[in-house]
């Protein structure tokens, strides 16, 4: 079974931008949950998706963004880049959104800004 | 306010050395749910164990255990007979709240570091 699948693995931006990250979940799982793991704050998480809705959402501006798709595949965007920024973006994907489950992880995207 | 603390950067012992991982939290819930997770060099989050609180029970897998000690919100993990493999970094977590939907605000650790030197 494949594993939660990120894209791209690494990712070089400047201050301004914006950007799309791409997870796609492991076959048969609906829930996607994203998180920012860097250095001084470690993993925070950002929001959780469930059938096409966002189900749960932590204290991230608004230039943070996603969204899922009939297939569960999710999308993260992050508009007008800063520098803080720059993090590891780790997805996660469970079956359902019940009941605390464990979450399996893609590898993440490693976003450095400019 | 919920929190986890992980006390230990980075520990370093000495393959086949026993080494506990220590996990501090805190909730105003009474149903919550704790996790270690590792994270080796290559970044990919492996889930290691879940427990909810109410379950005290102390658990062993293979070398890996685990002490859930409510009355000092404590959730320890422990190594026994390390490996090199055991290398990477380990994360503690708490997720409150049992209900649909509103499950999935996972607060983590900042983490701790092991290197098992051979």
């Known amino acids: 079974k494949a594993g939660v699948t990120q894209t791209p693995r690494y990712l070089i931006k400047t201050r301004g931008q914006q950007v799309t990250l791409s997870c796609s979940p492991i076959?048969?799982?609906?829930?996607v949950s994203w998180y920012q793991q860097t250095p001084g704050q470690g993993l925070q998480f950002l929001f959780e998706?469930?059938?096409?809705?966002?189900?749960n959402k932590g204290n991230f501006p608004g230039r943070f963004s996603g969204r899922q798709f009939s297939n569960s595949r999710s999308e993260m965007n992050v508009s007008t880049l800063e520098l803080g920024d720059s993090a590891l973006y780790l997805c996660?994907?469970?079956?359902?959104?019940?009941?605390?489950?464990?979450?399996?992880f893609g590898d993440g995207t490693r976003l450095s800004i400019l | 306010a919920q929190k986890v603390t992980q006390a230990q950067t980075e520990i370093s012992v000495v393959e086949k050395e026993d080494v506990t991982l220590d996990c501090v939290y805190e909730?105003?819930?009474?149903?919550?749910?704790l996790f270690w997770y590792k994270q080796p060099p290559s970044g990919e989050l492996v889930f290691l164990i879940r427990?909810?609180?109410?379950d005290e029970q102390n658990e062993i897998s293979g070398r890996y255990s685990w002490n859930f000690q409510k009355s000092t919100s404590s959730f320890n993990f422990t190594i026994t007979a390390s490996q090199v493999v055991d290398s990477a970094v380990y994360f503690c977590?708490?997720?409150?709240?049992?209900?649909?939907?509103?499950?999935?605000?996972?607060?983590w650790g900042l983490g701790t570091s092991l290197a098992v030197n051979p």
């Open positions: 996660a994907s469970s079956p359902w959104i019940g009941d605390n489950q464990p979450q399996h």
């Open positions: 076959s048969g799982h609906r829930s």
């Open positions: 998706y469930f059938s096409e809705t966002q189900r």
């Open positions: 909730t105003r819930d009474t149903t919550y749910y």
């Open positions: 427990r909810n609180s109410f």
């Open positions: 977590a708490l997720s409150e709240g049992i209900n649909a939907g509103n499950n999935r605000k996972l607060i």
